[in-house]
């Protein structure tokens, strides 16, 4: 199978052409404009310079969330849009499954992919390693710092740090005496590769049916929220 797959639920933002499991080609940039501006161009640009065009493609995978409000719908509305365009089938996979990815390799390691969700919260799951293969620990979940560290001290297993929130568990691990890893540079952000990744063994649905993962309200919901409830 070839898949175009895009990753924009974070500052960094990334397409991928894979096929059967190999990487094609990969654009990425991390240079903090907005995805709306980039995000087609540079799934263009690489369909264009592999000589390939939205018809060789056999479906389009994209990260879901959780991550950045705004980058998960630009996204999946990116997504859903070439996917109408060129009759194209969609795979939504969870950003955090995709990140594990990057950690393929690492041995006998916890694969923690992690996203500052800001409000004292990381995004995160957990997964291991076995026969290269990745199996869940965790489900993707919104929590504090604190309540992994907790977790971290009763695992038997040291920590593999991936994603934008990496640097943060690392040095926070680093400061409880708990044992962790991360990789280099140009491994810790998200990846469209990654995104590939996590499609492989999932099925295609049809575009219409892809929906973004939060996995909490945005802050203008939750303030909506509170002020509905001060009214009543």
């Not at 199978?1 to 974070?10: P, T």
Request: charge should be negative; hydrophobic fraction near 40%.
């Amino acid at each position: 199978m070839r898949l175009l797959a895009i990753e924009s639920s974070a500052k960094a933002a990334s397409v991928a052409v894979t096929e059967d499991g190999a990487l094609v080609g990969q654009y990425f940039q991390s240079s903090g404009l907005t995805h709306s501006r980039t995000l087609l161009k540079m799934a263009e640009d690489l369909l264009e310079n592999l000589e390939l065009r939205l018809s060789d493609i056999d479906a389009v995978a994209v990260a879901r969330g959780p991550g950045s409000f705004t980058g998960v719908r630009i996204g999946v509305a990116a997504a859903k849009g070439l996917c109408w365009g060129g009759d194209k089938p969609v795979v939504g996979v969870s950003t955090l499954e995709a990140m594990a990815w990057q950690g393929e390799g690492a041995g006998d390691y916890i694969v923690c992919p992690v996203m500052d969700a800001r409000r004292g919260q990381i995004y995160n799951a957990k997964f291991v390693f076995e026969r290269d293969e990745l199996r869940r620990l965790a489900e993707d979940r919104a929590i504090a710092l604190d309540e992994l560290v907790s977790e971290a001290k009763k695992d038997k297993k040291p920590y593999f740090f991936v994603g934008d929130g990496a640097k943060l568990c690392y040095n926070r691990f680093s400061d409880e005496g708990l044992p962790a890893l991360l990789p280099p540079e140009p491994m810790l952000l998200q990846t469209a590769w990654g995104v590939a990744r996590a499609a492989e063994n999932k099925t295609p649905e049809p575009a219409f049916d892809l929906e973004p993962n939060y996995l909490r309200l945005s802050q203008a919901e939750r303030e909506r929220l509170e002020r509905l409830k001060n009214e009543n």
